[in-house]
């Protein structure tokens, strides 16, 4: 599936691009929003594939918002002007559609989309391990390397640049991401439940409203990701 983000100001617009995109497979929208620095929180901790961008856009303008992500998801700028063509070229978007376009160039600029990120897979050498293969994670800290096995785990949380890594034989602090530790930990055990949790699946005791329950303590579920856990985990 290609996670895909859909920015802009308008939310007709927004309605719309979710419409043409539930007409293709292969593409799941991860979030639809009208802000600018909404995106850019969850692009710092969500993996997103692709972003449909509006350029013109109050308080952080598309292309800005663009410059200030350290490495952007392959970008396709929508707007209802020509004169940002060359800016767009000059930001490696890989297709700028002029609005209002028609289902057939929104295909066109998916496609593309699709094709330009099946090859930049391609470029992308496999681990030499695979992660997952692993019964463990392995954490630096304190100028040294531990193990951590997954059946201890029972949650991890973000702290900005920093995780805390809640296991049942005590707590590691390091400096690391929740996105590469859910990439490195197997999915059918392990799932993000909130932008800043993670959460052991066979380590769950009980779901009360919008809080997970494990080992006693209690963290948060996002409403988004709450109806998905209920079918992964209950």
């Known amino acids: ?9 308008e939310y007709l617009a927004l309605d719309l691009l979710e419409e043409f995109l539930g007409r293709l497979h292969g593409y799941e929208v991860v979030a639809k929003l009208e802000s600018p620095l909404e995106a850019l929180r969850v692009l ?6 692709l972003m449909f961008l509006d350029i013109q856009m109050p308080v952080l303008s598309g292309a800005n918002l663009l410059r200030s992500i350290p490495t ?4 396709i700028f929508t707007t209802a002007y020509d004169e940002y063509a060359v800016e767009a070229f000059e930001l490696n978007v890989v297709d700028y559609l002029r609005k209002p376009f028609s289902f057939n160039r929104f295909v066109q600029a998916a496609n593309k989309a699709s094709l330009f990120l099946k090859e930049a897979r391609k470029e992308t050498p496999p681990p030499a391990v695979p992660a997952h293969s692993k019964a463990f994670i392995t954490l630096r800290m304190d100028g040294k390397l531990v193990k ?6 029972l949650y991890i949380e973000g702290l900005r640049e920093y995780v805390k890594v809640v296991t049942s034989r005590g707590n590691f602090v390091v400096l690391e991401s929740l996105k590469n530790l859910t990439e490195a930990l197997p999915e059918d055990r392990f799932m993000r439940i909130h932008k800043s949790y993670i959460a052991s699946l066979d ?3 009980a779901l009360e409203g ?13 409403r988004e990701r709450r109806q998905e856990l209920v079918k992964r985990s209950f």
Do not use: C, F, W
């Open 1 to 9: 599936m290609i996670r895909t983000l859909l920015v802009d100001d």
């Open 44 to 49: 710092q901790s969500e993996s997103i594939d």
């Open 72 to 75: 952007p998801p392959v970008t």
């Open 148 to 153: 951590v096995q997954h059946d201890e785990i």
């Open 203 to 205: 380590k769950i005791e």
């Open 210 to 222: 919008n809080s997970l329950i494990l080992a006693g303590v209690r963290i948060p579920v996002s």
